[in-house]
T-cell receptor, first 112, second 118 residues
Framework: DAKTTQPNSMESNEEEPVHLPCNHS???????IHWYRQLPSQGPEYVIH???SNVNNRMASLAIAEDRKSSTLILHRATLRDAAVYYC?????????????FGGGTRLMVKP | DSGVTQTPKHLITATGQRVTLRCSPR?????VYWYQQSLDQGLQFLIQ???????AKGNILERFSAQQFPDLHSELNLSSLELGDSALYFC?????????????????FGPGTRLTVL
């Protein structure tokens, strides 16, 4: 399965934008890029996903490089509540069960 | 609140014992996934059930088993427990269409069961 690479940790100031990078240089043409986050003491929660085009939802934006070898999760105004571990995950149709394969993720710290 | 419930929230037991973790998926979701989160291994997929049948298996030990019942709730059974089985166990559910459609589905995670083996 294609792997993702993320920085171990990042720091941001409250109310500033945050750009969380993810490299997936071995991505296949049919792999979808999903982002989940895990707040302290909680289960992971879905953030956003995309295939080729940039995507926006109420939580975040996802910018996907033209060659799809990298993507960036954008939190437009970080709040203290956004402090979490963010996981970039590739979902492939070749996985019969469509399970999620989590890597180490990026721990985002938000300073007031 | 994701709509996925897990019981119990905490479980403390001794080595060699057997425990059962329970998960109720969101209403309408046919797929249930089990994940284990330990400090040294991170979040790992264990097993998936779809509408009562096993669909995919991850790094699940032979001492562990799961099933999904007709009402779609699922149970994860852990036996001959070892100290290293101490972890957070998460259940997730999704609608899970097939093929490419399923790639657009999100999984909804429960709050987890924290298992401590002493």
């Amino acid at each position: 399965d294609a792997k993702t690479t993320q920085p171990n940790s990042m720091e941001s100031n409250e109310e500033e934008p945050v750009h969380l990078p993810c490299n997936h240089s071995t991505i296949s043409g049919t792999d979808y890029i999903h982002w989940y986050r895990q707040l302290p003491s909680q289960g992971p929660e879905y953030v956003i996903h995309g295939l080729t085009s940039n995507v926006n939802n109420r939580m975040a934006s996802l910018a996907i490089a033209e060659d799809r070898k990298s993507s960036t999760l954008i939190l437009h105004r970080a709040t203290l509540r956004d402090a979490a571990v963010y996981y970039c995950i590739l979902k492939a149709v070749r996985n019969a069960g469509n399970m999620l394969t989590f890597g180490g993720g990026t721990r985002l710290m938000v300073k007031p | 609140d994701s709509g996925v419930t897990q019981t119990p929230k905490h479980l403390i037991t001794a080595t060699g014992q057997r425990v059962t973790l329970r998960c109720s998926p969101r209403s309408g979701d046919l797929s249930v996934y089990w994940y284990q989160q330990s400090l040294d291994q991170g979040l790992q997929f264990l097993i998936q059930y779809y509408n009562g049948e096993e669909r995919a298996k991850g790094n699940i030990l032979e001492r562990f088993s799961a099933q999904q019942f007709p009402d779609l709730h699922s149970e994860l059974n852990l036996s001959s427990l070892e100290l290293g089985d101490s972890a957070l166990y998460f259940c997730a559910s999704s609608v899970d269409l097939t093929g490419v459609e399923a790639l657009n589905n999100e999984q909804f995670f429960g709050p987890g069961t924290r298992l401590t083996v002493l």
